[in-house]
């Protein structure tokens, strides 16, 4: 079993939870049962935070950084479910009827925190609290929208849209503009984790990206993908 050390700050934790989307209608008895319930982590670039076939028993709230959630197939591809921002969570399988683990989580920035959540003690919350429970159900709702939309995507469309809609994605969540038409993405991923998300290869993400950037659409390099022209992206 994974073993994450918890930075134990009852204060840090208390202002966190606070915050968190699905959390925000708990009254003061119950923010106090979950702060007891609740720790902090610090993690490191490509920590694990659990293996496929672990106890399911807590979920996780991304404060900073990046969180992939993954499975293997036989021949030992990687498959990427989901990829998790600050303000999501994850581990939301511990919340019914999922024993153990059915996927990897890892982090992928330098620098990651999370706030870890016993699952029973949320669960008595959500008996005792409805709008948290809808507002969970709302958050889980939209991821599993999204993923029928990348499920969707995968079928219908071809390598080069898929990578493209990925970036155009990522960009309007996450980057920031620069300029009059340009959008900054900084990023974490590597080629194989974009390839993985897609359902393509490295080589063809690489021959991809490099026909973007030879037609000035984007420059990029290891951390950073600057979109010249967002209007070819879709924006």
């Known amino acids: 079993m ?28 119950e923010l106090n ?11 490191k670039r ?5 293996h496929k076939g672990e106890p399911s028993d807590s979920i996780f709230y991304v404060c900073s950084g990046m969180i992939k959630i993954s499975a293997h197939q036989n021949m030992g591809k990687e498959v990427i479910r989901t990829i998790c921002h600050a303000g999501m ?5 511990s919340l019914s009827n999922e024993n153990v683990r059915s996927a990897i989580a890892q982090s ?32 889980i709702g939209e991821r599993l929208r999204k993923n029928q939309n990348r499920l969707e995507s995968v079928i219908v469309e071809d ?7 990925f970036l155009r994605e990522n960009a309007e969540i996450y980057g920031n503009k620069v300029g009059l038409n340009e959008m900054l993405l900084k990023h974490n991923y590597t080629q194989q984790d974009i390839a993985d998300f897609t359902g393509t290869s490295r080589q063809t993400v690489t ?5 973007l950037k030879r037609s000035n659409v984007i420059s990029m390099n290891r951390r950073r993908i600057l979109i010249r022209d967002v209007a070819l992206l879709g924006f």
Not at 9 to 22: D, E, G, M, P
Not at 207 to 211: A, V
């Open 33 to 43: 049962y979950l702060c007891k319930h609740a720790s902090h982590l610090d993690l």
């Open 2 to 29: 994974t073993t994450l050390k918890p930075t134990q700050s009852n204060a840090l934790v208390r202002q966190i939870i606070k915050t968190i989307s699905f959390l925000t209608t708990v009254n003061e008895e």
């Open 159 to 165: 390598a080069r849209t898929r990578i493209i809609n």
């Open 207 to 211: 021959t991809i990206l490099n026909d």
């Open 108 to 139: 992928l920035d330098r620098k990651t925190t999370l706030i870890k959540i016993n699952a029973q003690a949320l669960r008595r919350v959500m008996e005792q609290n409805p709008t948290v429970c809808l507002a969970i159900f709302d958050e």
């Open 89 to 93: 969570f994850f581990g939301e399988g």
């Open 46 to 50: 490509f920590e694990i935070i659990y």
